[in-house]
């Protein structure tokens, strides 16, 4: 029996010490939100956070996590309230949605740890894998949780749903003339 602590809540599981963390939460403990993508740790799919850092929960032995906190989706905000998600929601980020849990957590991370990252910083800690290519729109809307104005332009002039929703939350919270 091994004792995990989940979006602040301990649990015991009843389990194999070398299953997958990733298997542990969906299956285990229902929470559906991180997904299973490549099982090898590239895609970022999914992406938790132990102990507040990014972690590929695929391939980590439920075991190595010990007393670490694990956070989740469902855990980042109770409410969708995260600046990430509201940014992500303003911008209308996913298209499929599928990576979009990594994703998340993966750019809050980085917030947390550069409060105002550049393209670069962005690039560098953003290596989850998008398979509709938002990229343009995921580092619009880091740009945006961060309040630093840049990226926007490449989102402005997007036509899909949630288009005049965007280009209002970006020109009022970002004070940007288009």
């Not at 490549?38 to 992406?47: E, K, R, S, V």
């Not at 972690?55 to 980042?76: A, D, F, H, M, Y």
């Not at 209308?92 to 979009?100: I, L, M, N, S």
């Not at 995921?138 to 402005?156: E, L």
Request: net charge negative; hydrophobic share 35%.
């Amino acid at each position: 029996m091994l004792s995990l602590n989940v979006n602040g809540s301990n649990h015991r599981v009843d389990v194999e010490p070398e299953m997958p963390l990733l298997w542990v939460i969906r299956e285990q403990l229902g929470l559906t939100g991180t997904k299973f993508g490549c099982g090898i740790a590239q895609c970022g799919a999914c992406t938790v956070h132990v102990n507040g850092e990014p972690i590929r929960s695929c391939s980590l032995p439920v075991s190595s996590v010990g007393n670490q906190k694990i956070t989740t989706i469902e855990g980042l905000s109770p409410d969708a309230s995260h600046p990430i998600q509201m940014a992500w929601k303003a911008l209308d980020v996913p298209q499929c949605g599928y990576c979009q849990s990594g994703q998340v957590l993966a750019a809050a991370a980085l917030l947390k740890r550069i409060p105002k990252p550049t393209d670069q910083d962005i690039d560098a800690a953003m290596t989850n894998i998008c398979r509709c290519g938002s990229y343009q729109r995921i580092r619009a809307a880091i740009h945006m949780a961060a309040g630093t104005g840049k990226g926007i332009g490449s989102v402005i002039h997007y036509a899909g749903p949630g288009a005049d929703a965007a280009c209002t939350t970006c020109t009022a919270e970002l004070d940007i003339d288009h």
